[in-house]
């Protein structure tokens, strides 16, 4: 039975349901673009080893201020949106007992009209992104124009910048196609546009770059700001060839359009925006700035207090180091964002005790997963990541420092993990007030995190290093506000998630304690056939001893999975 904003059955009221996506559906979308992320981050890994051999420090560092540049245009514009409309639930139902209307009428009682609101909500964000690019970009060129920044001297800089601003636009002109994506969880068709794009960028990009090297021409920048609108154009393209045959069949339009509600309802401004996720947009957008400043505050902070080789060797640290966070914890976080969301969803009601159940279950799943897997990246990680980029990069870049900022960055990866699920379930369930809480403890935390990067970059002359230290800092405060969040949220709803139920077996972190203190006793970057051969057997016998402790766990995640898809 359908029920009021305060949760209250009402009687007459007809359910037209369309059941949410359950585990089934999020563990494919999941996997899906884990796939996608895998191929497109190999592709730009593939991008990166050739174009190292033609880049400096220097412009591999200035390459990261307008990738800065473009993430910060985009996620003001977009990110906030994206995320209230991920709040929407998937049931829909009726006002009344008359008949639904035809499926060709645009109203807010059938999915084409909402899709429709989430399409005319998209172009909000293409209007923010106009005003953001160009704000931005002037703020940008006003600071390397000042106190005769190095960044100015390198060639095609500022055209870069500008092309990157369009690059920036163009992608936002796809997004009422994206939100339609995202809605029916299609990501098929996300993954088919963002991996061309990706391959349309790294082909242009590097291209371009040995072009300019054996004409002897100085392109600086210009090769990455020609990939990234290539990656624009290849994503718009596709993502309206796909949706546009979904909009024609499910009656409404990929271009902003009225949306007929009841009669003196007050749900859309103007007919065409939905109230209610506007005024949660502008919850998550306040919030949106202080995350991105912590998401982003490490390039912000060494793009101001630092030497353009800092920032190249902290850049390459950073994108390989991130590596595992993009390929397997983004899609997961996203995928988790929106699952949690659906699953836990307030509009029609409180959620059930069944619902809630499943919830706390995947969280504890999830997290347990990501820490046992933490401990061989705490283990592994600082002994074979420097050993891994003297390999692919050369040991230009280790002499550099940039194997020592990566062996640190393996330290990061495990508190980045946790971070993502954990505020990935406060995105999903937290109201407008304990989301404005949230942004007042994101602004103390963006404060100290600036006040400890500073110290370390500047003061203890940590360089890139520092700011991996800081970031981590950064992390541990976060995790710990969404577990107090979750316990509190959860206790509201009658259960709990006990923590100590998170922690490994004995004989897990026994052996992890172990391997740590082997590798540590290696020291050096592995060199000689010999030492490779070791490094390969204690990792052999180190993941079979977990594997076998953590049994268990790996059943039941299995058996869920073969359950769910039978």
Request: proline share 5%.
């Amino acid at each position: 039975m359908p029920v009021d904003a305060s949760g209250v059955p009402v009687p007459g009221k007809r359910l037209n349901v369309i059941k949410p996506a359950m585990t089934t559906t999020a563990t494919t979308n999941a996997l899906l673009l884990v796939i996608q992320q895998f191929g497109s981050r190999g592709l730009t890994f593939i991008a990166n080893q050739i174009l190292l051999r033609y880049l400096s420090p220097q412009l591999l560092g200035i390459s990261s201020q307008l990738e800065l540049y473009s993430i910060t245009v985009l996620f003001f514009s977009r990110e906030s949106l994206r995320v209230s409309l991920q709040r929407q639930s998937d049931t829909l139902y009726d006002e009344d007992a008359t008949p639904p209307p035809p499926q060709r009428s645009v109203t807010d009682r059938n999915l084409a009209g909402r899709t429709q609101a989430i399409v005319n909500l998209a172009y909000v964000s293409l209007a923010l992104g106009i005003f953001a690019a160009l704000a931005i970009g002037f703020l940008f060129l006003g600071r390397w124009s000042a106190n005769n920044s190095p960044v100015a001297a390198f060639a095609y800089v500022r055209c870069s910048l500008v092309i990157y601003g369009i690059a920036s636009v163009l992608e936002l002109a796809a997004e009422p196609c994206y939100v339609v994506v995202q809605q029916r969880s299609q990501h098929g068709i996300r993954a088919i546009a963002e991996s061309l794009a990706t391959l349309a960028r790294s082909v242009v990009t590097c291209a371009s770059a040995i072009y300019a090297v054996r004409n002897g021409a100085e392109v600086g920048v210009l090769p990455f700001a020609l990939g990234q609108l290539a990656y624009a154009l290849f994503t718009c393209t596709i993502y309206y060839l796909h949706v546009i045959p979904i909009s024609s069949s499910g009656g409404f339009s990929l271009l902003p359009k009225p949306v007929k509600s009841k009669l003196g309802s007050n749900e859309y401004a103007f007919s065409y925006l939905s109230i209610s996720l506007l005024s949660l947009s502008r919850s998550f957008f306040v919030q949106s700035l202080f995350k991105h400043i912590l998401t982003q505050g490490d390039t912000f902070i060494i793009s101001v207090l630092s030497t353009p080789h800092v920032q190249g060797v902290y850049t390459l640290a950073n994108n390989y180091g991130g590596l595992v966070a993009r390929i397997l914890m983004q899609p997961v976080e996203e995928v988790s964002r929106n699952y949690f969301g659906k699953l836990l969803s307030s509009l029609q009601g409180p959620p059930t005790r069944s619902r809630i159940a499943q919830a706390v279950l995947s969280l504890r799943q999830l997290l347990y997963s990501y820490i046992v897997l933490s401990i061989f990246v705490v283990a592994l990680g600082p002994i074979t990541a420097p050993w891994l980029l003297q390999l692919v990069a050369g040991p230009r870049w280790i002499d550099a420092g940039a194997g020592r900022v990566l062996a640190a960055y393996c330290y990061y990866i495990p508190l980045l993990a946790i971070n993502g699920i954990s505020e990935a379930f406060v995105a999903a369930v937290a109201t407008e007030p304990e989301l404005h809480r949230q942004t007042a403890w994101m602004f103390v935390f963006s404060l100290a995190f600036a006040i400890i990067a500073a110290l370390l970059l500047n003061i203890a002359k940590l360089g890139a290093l520092g700011l991996v230290y800081a970031n981590c800092f950064n992390m541990v405060v976060r995790i710990t506000w969404a577990t107090i969040f979750i316990q509190s949220y959860l206790n509201r709803l009658g259960t709990d998630m006990r923590l100590d139920g998170l922690v490994p077996r004995p004989l897990t972190l026994a052996v992890g304690g172990c391997m740590v203190a082997a590798m540590i006793k290696m020291k050096e970057i592995p060199e000689g056939f010999l030492d490779i051969c070791k490094l390969g057997m204690f990792t052999v016998v180190f993941v079979s001893i977990i594997a076998m402790s953590e049994r268990k766990h790996l059943l039941e995640c299995y058996r869920k999975l073969q359950t769910k898809r039978g």
